[in-house]
């Protein structure tokens, strides 16, 4: 047993953030006292060295509005799309323009991923103000206004329905059926202890999107793995928010990572259990094989290790478990890749 001396935090009523609140203390004082003028650019969790930093100076404020500077976020957004290009192509639909489609969701998980954090950005910059790890971000920290960043938000939306509209008519509408999602997830966190549920909900809308661009319609094994997504989103949030936790007692924001405490590392098993039983599912549906059976089990190996490397009063481990998903989604996607390539032998 390691002699590291470990705190823990025991599960909350709605209530009670004392535990927190002590500890958050300083770190607030010491970025409410801070100017912005004084402070770097660069968030704390941004890529060390990103190319945003070597970017024009006039645009680096508007790519780190964006998140350019940690592409975490886009892959996140993209992977269920992929997934679910890969799970209509396994299920005889889609062929060589799976391939476009795939192009067409790269794009437009960057550029919407970055109007969602523009938009975020603009309903949270007070909030944003009083934690340490967003307090640099470019509205709180005085690099752009918010008439500047809802202007930025227009241009990144209008490129996105640029690429939307390259899709068929299900496609399209099933897209812009996201926007009330989207528009409600900043305001989540504060009106109920799940605003990472929200997000899952949100972020894993392009796996029904791809599906019904490959096929022109919506089934089962769609929503199957919608909700696989979803779980997988709960798990990862999760971890990523024990690192506001402290900050967010403080102030009063409500997360996932606040209202379970020491409970979280069961919760985290059991969210990445469930998104491989419905990813199972999905392949079921679409009458899978044992090579789509076989393709899950790299993902069950790294979900398992996340869970025994999570540790929740370590924020950098929490960044690096949290960012390693990018892994995990990119190998669920051997699943469906597993069971064409068997298809097609």
């Keep these: 047993m390691s002699a590291k001396k470990q705190r823990t935090y025991t599960a909350l009523p709605p209530r009670d953030i004392s535990p927190f609140v002590g500890a958050a203390i300083p770190r607030y004082f010491a970025v409410m006292t ?25 645009a680096r404020a508007y790519l780190r509005l964006m998140r350019a500077d940690r592409p975490i976020g ?15 192509s396994a299920g005889g639909a889609g062929g060589l323009v799976a391939v476009w489609h795939a192009a067409l969701f790269a794009i437009g998980a960057y550029v919407m991923r970055g109007a969602g954090c523009a938009y975020n950005d603009i309903v949270d ?18 690099a752009l206004t918010t008439r500047q960043a809802w202007m930025f938000l227009v241009a990144l939306c209008l ?24 528009a409600a997830y900043p305001f989540m966190k504060r009106i109920t202890w799940w605003p990472q549920a929200w997000l899952g909900l949100t972020f894993n809308w392009g796996a029904l999107v791809g599906y019904a ?27 990523y928010a024990h690192q506001d936790k402290e900050d967010d007692a403080l102030i009063g924001v409500k ?20 998104t491989l039983l419905l990813f199972t599912l999905a392949g079921y549906l679409i009458g899978a094989g044992p090579a789509f059976a076989a393709g899950l089990l790299p993902a069950a190996a790294h979900f398992f290790w996340q869970w025994r490397r999570l540790d929740i009063d370590d924020g950098h481990n929490c960044l690096s478990l949290f960012k390693s998903n990018r892994d995990a989604g990119l190998l669920l ?9 068997a298809r097609s032998l």
């Design 213 to 239: 661009a490959a096929t022109g319609a919506l089934a089962p094994e769609a929503f199957a793995l919608y909700a696989a997504g979803f779980f997988w989103t709960l798990g990862y949030d999760t971890i």
């Design 333 to 341: 996607i051997m699943a469906p890749i597993c069971e064409l390539i």
């Design 125 to 142: 910059q007070d909030i944003d103000a009083k934690v340490a790890r967003t307090a640099l971000r470019p509205l709180p920290a005085g």
């Design 74 to 88: 886009a892959w996140l957004l993209l992977l269920p799309c992929w997934w679910s290009v890969a799970l209509a």
């Design 255 to 274: 997360s996932s990572a606040l209202r379970l405490g020491a409970k979280t590392k069961p919760f985290i098993a059991a969210m990445f259990i469930a």
């Design 34 to 58: 801070n100017p912005p003028a004084a402070r770097s650019e660069a968030t704390p969790d941004a890529v060390p060295g990103a190319w945003v930093d070597r970017a024009p100076r006039f």
């Design 159 to 182: 490129i996105g329905l640029a690429v939307l509209v390259q899709f068929n008519r299900a496609a399209i509408l099933t897209g812009l059926a996201a926007l009330a999602l989207v």
